[in-house]
């Protein structure tokens, strides 16, 4: 039971897999959900699920920008940190490497009792340089960010299916969406991917519209950024 707890990947913490592929390179800190009335710029916005889509797009942006920073915070406090830890010898005489409060606490017993209380002040100790690390470069205030971001996004997407399209772009937008999120925590491969991508396809073909608003390449990118 060697270095147990201790095989903990440099990049765990990060709650989102997706990093790379549309996001814009800097978002707007702090966070804000602009109003969708900001979106109504153009003819085409006359359309609410034109609208609604196009915010979904831009705080989705923002969300994986602010995903992308907190990966990097996480390194950065990993490689000069460290995840907070303690080594402690268990009564059988095994010593292990414990990652956290609760597994420190699982290995207390009365025969280790004064070997436990000195990685309990270790740990301790750690992990208040790591907290000390964390508010000078903004770490969890990062991961704040990123939840109030996600929050909007999930409201967003949770009003989908409750807007009508009024176009053929509104209709194409909402596919999109519903392909880029999808995408974003399944294969891209498996059904129904392939199928709402050739949905899509369909639709641009018959109507006439611009491949470039195609969007199968650009959410194979994200995907497989996973």
Request: hydrophobic share 40%.
């Amino acid at each position: 039971m060697d270095d147990s707890d201790n095989s903990i990947n440099l990049f765990f913490i990060t709650r989102r897999h997706l990093l790379t592929g549309t996001a814009t390179g800097a978002a707007a800190w702090p966070f804000q959900a602009k109003s969708l009335a900001a979106e109504l710029t153009d003819g085409s916005a006359a359309d609410p699920a034109l609208c609604l889509c196009r915010s979904w797009h831009r705080i989705h942006d923002e969300t994986l920008a602010l995903c992308r920073e907190q990966q990097r915070l996480e390194t950065h406090l990993a490689r000069t940190v460290g995840f907070p830890c303690a080594k402690v010898r268990l009564a059988d005489g095994t010593d292990v490497t414990l990652h956290s409060i609760e597994s420190l606490n699982d290995a207390y017993s009365p025969e280790n009792e004064v070997e436990w209380g000195r990685a309990l002040a270790d740990y301790a100790a750690h992990q208040a340089r790591w907290d000390a690390v964390d508010a000078e470069i903004g770490y969890s205030r990062t991961d704040e960010l990123i939840r109030q971001s996600e929050t909007a996004e999930s409201a967003l997407l949770d009003d989908l299916p409750q807007t009508a399209a009024t176009s053929i772009e509104g209709i194409l937008a909402k596919l999109k969406v519903i392909l880029r999120d999808g995408e974003h925590w399944e294969h891209p491969d498996d059904f129904p991917w392939p199928h709402i991508r050739s949905v899509l396809n369909d639709l641009i073909r018959l109507h006439g519209l611009d491949a470039a608003t195609n969007p199968s390449s650009e959410n194979r990118q994200d995907s497989q950024s996973r």
